[in-house]
């Protein structure tokens, strides 16, 4: 693998998922893999699971890790082509990039949807910018279309919890205070579609997804209908693409309930607000899986890790 | 030991001190105990000795250590029972505790008192919290009730600077223009009444700590008479517990001077501030333990993490 | 070498180069140096290079590394004899020097001028205020005067590029919107005059550098004559020295171009912003040097922390 930017950039999702598992059980197994490699992470928004997975991901396979804040620790980066740069930017992607690419051998990134210029959010312009410039393997910590890391860490969940062979996976909204960004649903889309699964999104109207990503995918209006037989219910808030950023209603009906959710397992990225997104009694039950997930973002980041350095 | 949440988490405080003077003098004997093990340092508050001496002892031991300043690089966690989370808080205890449980092998927790709601600063509910729901062990770097690692560095100053058998040690109050906890006052008091010692607290009225852990001390609120023959004179400065929170006064009075400490050694937790808690003289003197006390934050916090690493 | 705090802590700067040339070819060769030596990274600015580059060297000599950013992960320090500490600062740099001393081998300091007190700047207080209390070797990170872990690289580029015995070199002043800091350019003087080479220094009137600095140097108001026949240009804004840390104008006549550039080689220590300091076509020119000098940061930062490791 010579980058990580999204889930496309797996050719074998099965194969990988597996050699995860694999990786969960022995995790030290390949600690001399990463020796003398440095792995830098520059995170320009907040972080929990991903700041601490992706380290112990990188520790497992023993590399040295340098993490950055971008934002509070460095300066502002210009994006743009041809800039004068008299204003608040700092120093421009190009010269960035070059340089961390000098002190480390894979650099990792995490910079959100701003939810304010639907072109610049889709164009991922930190992402891609250190993707073009970088002289050395990206990796997307979520970017703002995307949370490939997440989706994979989604994807062994799945393959781990799964008992039967095509189960039925709902992606459901739900309400939520303020405009969260779309990369994780987006990225579990872009995950399901290649799973042997009948995979349903479901959302109030006007909180569709990009249809670039979605087509194909079975849409509906309606949770009841969705979530009747599921095996797995995702859940995920997100803002309006089309009213872009938009937070067009907070119904708590699309709220999770252990009533609604009947024998299916519990999905969500976390963080979550409880009796917001899902009641209390879902996370505290054993269908819930929120906390494998977490604990199986360290083996997502492992397996990227893994595939890049033998590449490099 | 299972935990470090309070100085009552030692069994044997003489042995554990001496075991700590032992490492102090070959701090890398147990580098392979933290072989493959993971400290991840939370922090909700600023720290220096505790930031960088805890790291220091761990990486006597060994272990990896992840740093994560929790406020800025993460966010407001709830720790109410079944709040509805529409507001300010992002994440539950219940899951962050979980999740962090996940990426390491045991979590050291700072979170300081409040001062402006006196249940939740008792209830100690992040550092609690943590306890009750991460799945492991979990140190205090310095809690809203207690700093028991200052403590036991204090222990372990003491026993190496005590020349008799039974010394007269004074706690003794100092102004401050800001509102300080009371948790390096709390821990020192917990330790000394488990010493060899004639103990003395002495502080202005008003300025009482918690009876409930100060019972059976020695308090009075003439500072002469407290300071009289002592052999160490600890010097703290602490809000007022029954006006809780308040700064009652700052009687210039309490300053500790060359006179006042006679022929006895100074102790204080540092950060402090020259000229009015102490006079430069004070600090400057050969009686000012206080470089040796942060310089043995370190060997308490190794002797706690070994401990810890011997019962994983 | 006891310390490194401005390029004069280095003997032989000749042969200092050659070493960081020859570790730069084998940067792990001397992997165990380090071993068991703790590096201690406090920065009271913001870095990107700095910050890297230096953790890059540390790991390359086997030492571990303890980063803390003093002003927001920390508290405000006093440096001033027998203050009465009733205001803002929370701690001496007495007691702060002292305190880090016990938790590492090696600690390096990034404190900027703050360009407000041209007495204060010029005293480097908190980089000599480590120096002085510190009882480790303490290394500059970039304080207020200078910035010599830069030079140091600038010097290590200039040999690697240098093909004539003695090459032409330009420091030249470029416009900026902010005001900025004396260090690099300081340093850089202090490097050039103790190199084989034709110095010259161009900047409009009013912004000559300190004097006790730029001694025995050639300056000139005259941008074309100084650029004539060069073979380095090191373009480098910086604000009045006279009129201490005042933007007296930004005049777009000294912004570098491909045009005045000419057959000479570019050298900016980053971050640059383009369009202003200098046009996109030299930066992204095989004339332009300055990933070259990012990269050279590391070596530079590791022939200075083996140089101390082996007089530790």
Same sequence: chains 1, 2, 3.
Avoid at 93 to 116: G, T
Avoid at 146 to 169: F, N, R
Wanted: hydrophobic share 40%; charged share 20%; glycine share 4%.
């Amino acid at each position: 693998m010579q980058q990580y930017l999204s889930i496309k950039d797996i050719d074998d999702l099965g194969s990988c998922v597996q050699e995860a598992i694999d990786l969960k059980a022995h995790p030290r197994k390949h600690r001399n893999l990463g020796a003398d490699k440095t792995l830098c992470l520059l995170f320009f928004n907040n972080s929990l699971r991903t700041r601490l997975s992706t380290q112990k991901a990188a520790l497992h396979l023993g590399m040295d890790v340098i993490v950055m804040n971008f934002g509070s620790e460095g300066w502002q980066l210009e994006f743009g082509d041809g800039t004068v740069m008299d204003r608040g930017t700092s120093e421009h992607i190009k010269e960035a990039a070059k340089v961390v690419s000098q002190y480390a051998d894979i650099v990792a990134i995490r910079a959100f949807a701003q939810l304010l210029d639907k072109e610049q959010d889709q164009a991922e312009v930190v992402l891609q910018g250190f993707a073009k410039h970088a002289t050395i393997p990206v990796v997307n910590m979520e970017s703002s279309v995307g949370h490939p890391l997440q989706a994979l860490a989604d994807a062994i969940t799945l393959s781990e919890q799964c008992t039967i062979k095509k189960p039925k996976v709902v992606l459901s909204w739900a309400p939520h205070p303020k405009a969260l960004p779309h990369a994780v649903a987006n990225s579990f889309v872009e995950m399901m579609q290649r799973q042997q699964a009948e995979f349903v999104i479901a959302h109030p109207k006007g909180y569709d997804l990009d249809p670039a990503i979605t087509q194909g995918a079975t849409i509906t209006y309606d949770q009841d209908a969705a979530l009747k037989d599921a095996d797995f219910v995702y859940v995920k808030n997100w803002s309006s693409f089309n009213h872009y950023g938009e937070v067009l209603n907070q119904d708590p009906h699309w709220k999770m309930t252990l009533e609604k959710l009947g024998a299916a397992k519990f999905m969500h990225c976390l963080p979550v607000r409880r009796n917001v997104i899902v009641t209390d009694d879902v996370l505290d039950s054993p269908q819930s899986l929120v906390i494998e997930q977490a604990n199986n973002r360290t083996y997502a980041a492992q397996i990227v890790l893994k595939k890049i350095l033998e590449h490099i």
